[in-house]
């Protein structure tokens, strides 16, 4: 009696942990992408996927050589005002854990054009990921990408109540100033 009764539960919790699973393909049909949503979900990042669901949003690889400077990744809307998350097709071969970043620090943004508040909630968002997903034990390739995933958790842990470098870092970046009509 005691092994049916442990058999029904064991089977209950992987129907019920099932349920509650994300389906990640509603988000892309990309495979570099789905796996990089599995391990934000493998991770916990459920905050993540709410703000996904919220938005209804799709993620997709796109070549941004055209917005001048290394454009990691953007929102963009399509003819029908969805919401798009571009992530720069230049980073297809990058690992999955710098392409959950990414998606983490997009997924914060809501607003059709970004403030300095939710351009700094996005990146600590991304270097929280970093500091999370990255793995000690594996080399990663020296790119622009994992030189700043490196520099934003480095700010971010360097931070405390007092200060906060993700927040004056963005804010004393003329890039940021003139984007958010700050000059």
């Known amino acids: 009696m005691k092994k049916v009764f442990m058999f029904l539960f064991v089977l209950v919790f992987m129907t019920l942990n099932q349920a509650f699973a994300y389906n990640v393909k509603d988000y892309s049909s990309d495979p570099t992408i789905l796996s990089a949503l599995r391990l934000l ?48 097709s230049s980073f297809k071969s990058a690992p999955i854990e710098q392409i959950a970043c990414l998606i983490a620090h997009e ?43 490196d520099r934003i958790a480095g700010l971010y842990l360097a931070s405390d109540s007092n200060t906060n470098y993700v927040h004056n870092t963005i804010a004393s970046s003329s890039f940021y100033r003139n984007q958010f009509g700050l000059n």
């Not at 209804?56 to 929102?75: C, E, H, M, P, R």
């Not at 909630?121 to 990255?134: N, S, V």
């Open 107 to 149: 997924s914060c943004h809501v607003a059709r054009k970004a403030t300095l508040e939710e351009e700094t909630t996005a990146t600590q968002k991304e270097a929280a990921c970093w500091t999370k997903l990255k793995v000690a034990t594996k080399t990663y390739p020296q790119t622009k990408l994992t030189k700043r995933l």
């Open 41 to 88: 979900e493998q991770s916990g990042e459920t905050d993540v996927f709410a703000n996904l669901e919220r938005n209804d949003v799709k993620i997709k690889f796109q070549a941004l050589s055209s917005y001048g400077q290394t454009v990691y990744a953007a929102n963009m809307y399509n003819e029908f005002g969805r919401r798009i998350i571009v992530i720069n």
